[in-house]
């Protein structure tokens, strides 16, 4: 069993930046692959980025690549998500999520656990 927590959200303006943070409870943090999602309002939740257990693979989302980066602390056992040029359109709330599998996934049905969510909201 893994308990997933974000925090770090918030209201920023249009090219400014947040740092997401998910702490997970658990010793077998660093056999996880983690996944970043998000859930617009009226929107079905979308794939942001993931990392793979090690930390070594990530892959993003083509509406985030090169603003958004995912990184690891395994020892701290919490996954981030570093935000950069924050557009309107990246507003909504962001989930972490853990799964057990080897393989990068983009897929919310491959993940395992879920944290309850933070809320990012950029005005414009």
């Known amino acids: 069993q893994v308990r997933l927590v974000e925090s770090g959200g918030g209201l920023v303006q249009a090219g400014g930046s947040l740092r997401l943070s998910c702490a997970a409870s658990?010793?077998?943090?660093?056999?996880?692959?983690m996944g970043w999602f998000r859930q617009a309002p009226g929107k079905e939740r979308e794939f942001v980025a993931t990392i793979s257990a090690s930390g070594g693979s990530t892959y993003y989302a083509d509406s985030v690549k090169g603003r958004f980066t995912v990184a690891r602390d395994n020892a701290k056992n919490t996954v981030y998500l570093q935000m950069n040029s924050l557009k309107p359109e990246d507003t909504a709330v962001y989930y972490c999520?853990?799964?057990?599998?080897?393989?990068?996934?983009?897929?919310?049905?491959?993940?395992?656990?879920w944290g309850q969510g933070t809320q990012v909201t950029v005005s414009s």
């Open positions: 999520a853990a799964g057990s599998r080897r393989a990068l996934a983009t897929l919310s049905a491959l993940y395992d656990y």
């Open positions: 658990g010793r077998t943090f660093s056999s996880y692959i």
